[in-house]
């Protein structure tokens, strides 16, 4: 099993990921766009998630 740190990214790490400002990554999340979840005010985003929502976005501009 992974460590839970690895698996768990915050949305500074999201905003790096796909190279978007903070605004635009809590409206992904809030939109349920990528799934998360929040602890108290802390928002943690399972990779999965994140990679998942690039998969997703790659087979629609494939789509084209």
């Known amino acids: 099993m992974e460590n839970a740190s690895t698996t768990l990214i915050t949305v500074e790490e999201l905003c790096e ?11 992904l999340l809030t939109s349920g766009e ?10 943690k985003i399972p990779r999965e998630s ?7 976005q790659t087979s629609v501009l494939n789509r084209k």
Do not use: D, H, Q, S
């Open 17 to 27: 990921e796909l190279m978007i400002g903070k605004n635009t990554a809590y409206k």
């Open 50 to 56: 994140l990679n998942r929502y690039l998969i997703e």
């Open 34 to 43: 990528i799934k998360g979840f929040r602890i108290g005010r802390i928002w």
